[in-house]
């Protein structure tokens, strides 16, 4: 009774602007401000039929255009799949599902991942102009050593054709990761290493996070998620993904597809059909929210990595290549920070 009375006499509190809104300073700053461009992407491992490298050239150029001086890409760093493992307790598969184990790597170049990744800094502080082959071995074997199996790719890449092979302390099992054979593109390697490699960059730079991801919260938190999905009827941007995505055939159908996922429109209905829809879940535990929670906070976590990527480089122009869903809560989030201006993609794209 006296819980019910103090329920019911809870005062309602009014709701406040915040007294700072970083978007109002945006000229308060010296100097040009960073440019950064969102792609929205599918996982082009998960397309329908595996898809030919080639039909993405005519992408690749259109942003080779943009020119960024940056570029992260949508995967984790040996940094946080370390912490991911020590606490597998309170991130339930996280681990299992996007990292890969280090034992190998570590047993035969004697480094763990922290000390690789401190190599690698300590590398590219003094990395030369003109860097020769057996440099840039051993730097693909120090960021696959630290867990960044893109920025080793980028190395590769950068390598003449002729001095694409083991040595250095890259051994054979080293370039088995690196070249990927009978696996289906990946867009941080096919776009983000390919396109740093073209423009002459050194790495690039792994923003995804799932620190976020919680132990399962068992069927009820599921099949509340699948019931808020099944209780209205099926999106049409959800029908028009499977067409475009049952259709790429040639390099136009490609950036047509990518153009179509970077409408602020598409964008708006994606955004509405998952989260949206789940935000309206129905059940006493708020089980939608839940969701809705995981999603912003695994989003705020990823514009954080992002920023910091270009943090020593605050006027440069910055490519985030992202699964398409996280568009929209990026171009939101980055754009809230004073020295961000936000690209808009179909310029790019067109």
């Known amino acids: 009774m006296i819980a019910a009375f103090l329920a019911f006499a809870a005062p309602a509190f009014a709701t406040a602007a915040p007294a700072f809104d970083p978007r109002r300073h945006k000229q308060g700053i010296r100097g040009r401000p960073a440019e950064v461009l969102v792609l929205g992407s599918p996982h082009l491992s998960q397309l329908p039929e595996k898809l030919d490298p080639d039909l993405l050239e005519p992408l690749l150029t259109r942003l080779a255009g943009f020119r960024p001086d940056v570029i992260t890409v949508e995967g984790l760093s040996g940094e946080e799949c370390d912490l991911l493992l020590r606490f597998k307790a309170q991130h339930g598969t996280a681990w299992d599902d996007y990292c890969w184990p280090t034992a190998d790597i570590e047993s035969a170049t004697g480094m763990t991942t922290s000390l690789a990744a401190a190599e690698v800094d300590k590398t590219l502080a003094s990395w030369p102009k003109d860097p020769g082959p057996a440099q840039r071995r051993r730097l693909a074997m120090l960021f696959l050593a630290a867990g960044d199996r893109a920025s080793a790719t980028v190395q590769w890449l950068r390598l003449p054709k002729a001095e694409r092979h083991a040595g250095d302390g890259l051994n054979e099992a080293m370039v088995d990761i690196i070249l990927r054979k009978g696996k289906a593109p990946n867009e941080n390697y096919a776009i983000g290493s390919a396109l740093a490699a073209r423009l002459g960059l050194d790495r690039v730079y792994l923003a995804d996070d799932h620190v976020a991801d919680m132990p399962d919260a068992g069927p009820d938190y599921g099949e509340a998620i699948q019931r808020a999905w099944r209780a209205m009827p099926t999106p049409a941007v959800s029908a028009e993904t499977k ?100 690209v808009d993609a179909m310029q790019v794209l067109r």
Do not use: C
């Open 243 to 342: 067409q475009h995505e049952a259709n790429i055939r040639t390099p136009a159908d490609l950036i047509d597809y990518y153009r179509w996922l970077n409408m602020p429109a598409t964008q708006r209905a994606v955004i509405a059909a998952d989260m949206g829809r789940a935000a309206l879940e129905p059940s006493a535990q708020h089980y939608g929210r839940q969701y809705l929670s995981w999603w912003e906070s695994r989003n705020l976590r990823m514009a954080a990595n992002i920023r910091s990527a270009f943090g020593s480089k605050p006027d440069a122009r910055v490519l985030v290549i992202v699964g398409s869903t996280h568009k929209g809560y990026l171009d939101a989030y980055l754009n809230m920070m004073q020295d961000v201006r936000i």
